[in-house]
């Protein structure tokens, strides 16, 4: 997901700015709130600290949405250079059966699925976090660790309490972390700011724009112009 990040050196606080444009038939008011709860909740949950220049910085996260039709959503994606702007299609299913973001980490484009739980389940959160350009990380066995983070895909290992069923053996059916146990982490927050640039105003550009929108059932649109 793009974002714009902006740096104010007086407060030293940097805030990441996203606004997620939903559309399809799922793309409605009351999921839309829960998703965009469910990310500003967790991400602000570990109160990041990036240090930048030598000094430390607070993050806040400011995410934002609106309701379009598939036609708004072509009229703004079309030619979009705004990396604030991201394009979600919401629909109960689709052909890979999971919500996914775009073509490669950081882009500003997804398609997700109600099936998956969004603003319950910390599916949005998980491919929010794709979108700012964090991948599933190296560890996949969390057990002693506590909660894993945020990027941690569904077949980790973590200990009973956090799995589907506590007394499943791990690694079999009901063996894996339930994703609900999720927690953003600082070290996710950090890995966020790795190698971005911010300008002489304090503006730094997070992700890319492939501006791409999807059918009902997750397959690319093309634009007609």
Do not use: C
Not at 12 to 34: D, M, P, Q, R
Not at 67 to 79: D, H, N, P, W
Not at 197 to 213: P, R, T, W
């Amino acid at each position: 997901m793009a974002a714009l990040a902006i740096l104010n050196e007086q407060t030293k606080t940097v805030t990441l700015f996203a606004k997620l444009f939903f559309y399809g038939s799922e793309a409605k008011e009351t999921i839309a709130f829960k998703i965009t709860e469910e990310i500003r909740t967790m991400y602000h949950e570990p109160k990041g600290i990036v240090l930048l220049y030598n000094i430390p910085y607070s993050i806040n996260f400011q995410i934002d949405f609106e309701i379009v039709s598939l036609e708004q959503a072509f009229g703004l994606a079309y030619q979009n250079t705004d990396f604030r702007y991201n394009f979600v299609r919401i629909e109960p299913q689709n052909h890979v059966t999971r919500s996914f973001m775009g073509f490669g980490l950081g882009d500003n484009v997804g398609h997700w699925i109600t099936s998956d739980n969004l603003g319950q389940s910390t599916t949005a959160a998980h491919e929010f976090g794709h979108a700012l350009g964090l991948d599933h990380p190296v560890l996949t066995d969390f057990r002693g660790l506590g909660n894993p983070g945020i990027m941690s895909p569904r077949g980790t290992l973590v200990d009973a309490h956090l799995q589907w069923s506590p007394l499943a053996k791990a690694g079999e059916y009901g063996g894996t972390l339930n994703p609900i146990h999720r927690r953003v982490q600082a070290y996710e927050i950090e890995a966020i700011f790795e190698g971005v640039v911010f300008d002489d105003q304090g503006h730094a550009k997070i992700g890319y724009l492939s501006n791409i929108l999807f059918s009902e059932n997750g397959e690319v649109l093309r634009f007609i112009v």
